[in-house]
């Protein structure tokens, strides 16, 4: 693994390869020169071009049903069906339901950050429960194209979008894995390029076209959950769909969940232009639904009215997005609705973050090894990325989004402090120039000692947690958080701010009894985060011992899924019951 520094992103959060493959680490944030021009996404309705064609198989396409049908009335072509064998039902599993979950990423076709990792983890620990699970999502082009292969088309329609009913094509191509299936939804007008998100003139009509697009694609495939799962503000508005357009169909039988992973992202755009786009009835533009600030329309607040459950990725997130200083502009209508709030705390996949069986790390380790196997890693990560090679430093990681929520700005006003001749840092993120700037020129002032690897690189985030000491996460919020986990489940202390997930999942270090996963600080102040790594330094080169018997019991802590995933089947089942 070599050293690189590569483009920086242009855009709020870069798109990311996601493929698991060993060493040549690859560039995989997409340079912004090669990005593709914006395309003009509101188009006036009149002007509208003819659907295009999606890239179908000759032999496998289906004549494209005439436009005039509705998208909530499509019916299911019988001949594109292809019969998706039902996973063998357990006993001893409990209830079973179905569930669609809709959202705008998921790992290994496009992550961006922990929402991708969610999507793929979460399914698939359902699907384990007994729960049969169908996930829903843009087929865009930067899907690698190993993926976009073993796709089958499963038929397409037009459905209407727009409050002038301008037809859109729809299709659908199906994967499968791991008893999960994944329908995307195929439309090279929307999803033609390279970033899932680019910017809210395009990115509203394109998840306005999503939400209704995957609604219509269950009715088309005749398969009607139990419960439709949506994810942030780019599937905000299903539930507003659910209970408006498609109220009399098939589909509008199910449940509707939202939940947040970041309520800083809401999808919040002039209103006249959400009300053309999604073409739903006047009335849900009201102020307690819709509207924001009269002229504005806000499609998360819109699901949240909508929705049976809202849940967030933590217990604490949960609270602290009803308080004025979180709420995110939000907190008074989510008070209004917190009967409905839950939060869950979110896992990690375990097969995939297995310091075990990584075929990505130098020295494959577990709880008993990783003191003694730590070392070779620390070495190799030393070497790849021209830090001094020193069994003897404290290596301190950081692998983040590099926005304005991860507390970076803390971490810059510590780094002068805390670079010794005993200490080394490691940056691996993108993001805001600044903060890409400014870890260059810490790279450059502590040579040898501090590295910025600015790109979005999965290889190196393993590498990372497998050869670091320790983790910082001192964000300014943090709704659950999953860099913490993958950290302890790979042997790294993390250091953390103690706000959302963050504060649910590190119990901090208690000198007296020797417990706890790791450091934590409260308010967020930058002298806070520098007596806590102190106090983490103290221990690693003071009290070894205890720092070693820390490493031990934080790979010992369940980060799976396991029980989270039992409290989502609790809550489908407790909202679908049976009589
Ligand atoms: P968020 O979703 O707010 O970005 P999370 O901690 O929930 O934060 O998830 C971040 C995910 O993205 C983790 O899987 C982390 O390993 C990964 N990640 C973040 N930045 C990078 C990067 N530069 N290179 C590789 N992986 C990254
Ligand atoms: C968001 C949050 C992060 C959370 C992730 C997955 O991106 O910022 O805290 O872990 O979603 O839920």
Request: a negative charge; aromatic letters at 12%; hydrophobic letters at 35%.
């Amino acid at each position: 693994m070599r050293k690189k520094t590569e483009q920086k992103s242009t855009t709020k959060r870069s798109v990311k390869s996601t493929a698991k493959k060993a060493a040549p680490v690859k560039k995989a944030t997409v340079p912004a020169e090669k990005a593709e021009p914006v395309k003009e996404a509101a188009v006036p309705a009149e002007k509208a071009e003819p659907v295009k064609e999606a890239a179908v198989p000759a032999e496998k396409a289906e004549p494209v049903k005439e436009a005039a049908v509705p998208a909530e009335k499509a019916v299911p072509v019988k001949q594109a069906a292809v019969v998706t064998e039902a996973p063998v039902v357990q006993p001893d599993l409990g209830p079973r339901r179905s569930v669609a979950f809709i959202g705008s990423e998921c790992y290994p076709f496009v992550k961006t950050g922990g929402l991708g990792d969610v999507m793929y983890a979460l399914p698939k620990a359902l699907a384990k429960l007994n729960l049969d699970v169908k996930v829903i999502l843009p087929r865009y082009k930067c899907i690698p194209q190993k993926f976009q292969e073993k796709m089958e088309y499963r038929g397409s329609f037009y459905m209407n979008l727009c409050s002038d009913g301008k037809q859109y094509y729809v299709g659908i191509m199906e994967y499968q894995e791991d008893g999960v299936v994944y329908d995307f939804i195929d439309n090279d007008e929307f999803f033609s390029w390279g970033n899932p998100y680019t910017n809210l003139i395009d990115d509203i009509p394109k998840f306005c076209y999503f939400a209704k697009a995957s609604l219509a694609a269950l009715n088309y495939l005749d398969w009607t959950p139990d419960v439709v799962h949506c994810h942030d503000w780019q599937a905000a508005l299903v539930p507003l769909y659910l209970r408006t357009c498609f109220q009399d169909t098939n589909v509008g039988r199910a449940i509707a969940v939202l939940t947040i992973h970041n309520l800083k992202f809401q999808g919040i755009y002039d209103r006249k232009m959400i009300q053309y786009w999604s073409g739903l009835p006047d009335y849900v533009f009201n102020k307690d639904c819709m509207i924001q600030n009269w002229l504005d329309a806000n499609m998360l607040k819109g699901g949240i009215a909508y929705s049976n459950k809202v849940t967030t990725v933590s217990n604490t997130y949960a609270w602290e997005i009803q308080t004025e200083e979180y709420g995110e502009g939000l907190a008074a209508h989510l008070r209004y609705h917190s009967n409905k709030i839950l939060g869950i705390v979110n896992g990690i996949d375990t097969d995939i973050w297995n310091p075990a069986t990584d075929k990505l790390l130098a020295s494959d380790y577990d709880d008993k090894s990783v003191i003694e196997k730590k070392k070779a890693n620390k070495k190799a990560l030393q070497e790849s990325l021209g830090l001094d090679v020193d069994d003897h430093k404290m290596v301190i990681g950081l692998i983040s989004r590099l926005t304005n929520q991860k507390g970076l700005d803390l971490v810059n006003a510590v780094i002068p402090g805390i670079m010794d001749e005993h200490t080394q840092v490691v940056v691996l993120g993108t993001g805001d120039a600044w903060y890409e700037d400014t870890f260059r020129y810490y790279e450059n002032k502590y040579k040898g000692s501090f590295c910025a690897y600015i790109a979005y690189n999965e290889n190196v985030a393993h590498n990372i947690y497998a050869g670091c000491d320790a983790l910082l996460v001192p964000s300014r919020f943090e709704p659950c958080g999953l860099t913490q986990l993958i950290a302890m489940r790979y042997g790294s202390v993390p250091i953390v701010r103690e706000t959302g997930g963050l504060k649910d999942t590190v119990w901090p270090y208690n000198m007296f009894d020797n417990t706890g996963n790791g450091f934590t600080f409260d308010r967020y102040e930058s002298g806070l985060l520098y007596d806590a790594i102190n106090r983490a330094k103290t221990l690693y080169f003071e009290h070894r011992e205890c720092w070693d018997n820390m490493v031990v019991r934080d790979m010992e802590k369940d980060v799976s899924w396991e029980k989270s995933a039992k409290q989502y089947k609790d809550m489908y089942v407790e909202l679908t019951p049976r009589s």
